[in-house]
């Protein structure tokens, strides 16, 4: 069973930068395709960045929501079994709780779709302040 712990979140004005990792425990990361999501409060869980499983090789592929792209980089360790998320020029609409998450299996893993994650951290609270 892999278990996923976020840290990183805080509060940070307008502009700023974040770095949020995801450690995770009782599996290998470099076996699995990794995501992060968020919730703000009275909207439904988005996607946020994927990034592909390693298979052996060094090169990745990563996915961003529009809104995201430019600003968020998403990276991961294997050695380390800790993924990140890398947040730049923040604003205040990027304020919500970050979870990090994970597919069971590669074959039904869609990046941008909640459903086809089956393993997820706790999240944890970024908030931007104007």
């Known amino acids: 069973q892999v278990q996923l712990v976020e840290s990183g979140g805080g509060l940070v004005q307008a502009g700023g930068s974040l770095r949020l990792s995801c450690a995770a425990s009782?599996?290998?990361?470099?076996?699995?395709?990794m995501g992060w999501f968020r919730q703000a409060p009275g909207k439904e869980r988005e996607f946020v960045a994927a990034i592909s499983w390693s298979g052996g090789n060094t090169y990745y592929n990563t996915y961003y929501e529009d809104s995201v792209k430019g600003r968020f980089t998403i990276s991961r360790d294997n050695a380390k079994n800790t993924m990140y998320l890398q947040m730049n020029s923040l604003k205040p609409e990027d304020t919500a709780v970050y979870y990090c998450a994970a597919p069971r299996g590669s074959a039904y893993w869609t990046p941008r779709l909640a459903g086809t994650y089956d393993y997820w951290g706790q999240g944890t609270q970024v908030t931007v302040s104007s």
């Open positions: 009782g599996g290998t990361l470099s076996n699995y395709a």
